[in-house]
């Protein structure tokens, strides 16, 4: 089994930033698509970033040019880097391999607020 730890949300100000964090476990890791999630109050997931094992990404449209995926195979972590925060990004984050597998983590939550 692959199991997530995802960490590094809080509570920001519009336009700030947050950098959250995804420990895998697992070996298989490096060969896998990841891509990180959020799931806002009464909404369904999405698929916010992905990125490749070769390191290609893809955004969706509401956060392209403000967020930034990456991954470090060698420590199983995998990254996102979101800048110029608003509103609307307030959800739980969660990683997963893209596409999911069946376990999900706690997930970390993120709350942009004046």
């Known amino acids: 089994q692959v199991f997530f730890v995802e960490s590094g949300g809080g509570l920001v100000q519009p336009g700030g930033s947050l950098r959250l964090s995804c420990a895998a476990s697992?070996?298989?890791?490096?060969?896998?698509?990841m891509a990180w999630y959020r799931q806002a109050p009464g909404k369904q997931r999405e698929l916010v970033a992905r990125?490749?094992?070769?390191?290609?990404?893809n955004y969706a449209d509401s956060v392209k040019g403000r967020f930034s995926i990456s991954r470090e195979n060698n420590e199983n972590t995998v990254f996102l880097q979101m800048n110029r925060l608003k509103p609307e990004d307030t959800a739980v984050y969660y990683c997963?391999?893209?596409?999911?597998?069946?376990?999900w983590g706690q997930g970390t939550q993120v709350t942009v607020s004046s």
């Open positions: 990125i490749s094992s070769r390191g290609s990404t």
């Open positions: 997963n391999s893209d596409p999911p597998l069946r376990n």
């Open positions: 697992g070996s298989i890791f490096s060969g896998y698509v």
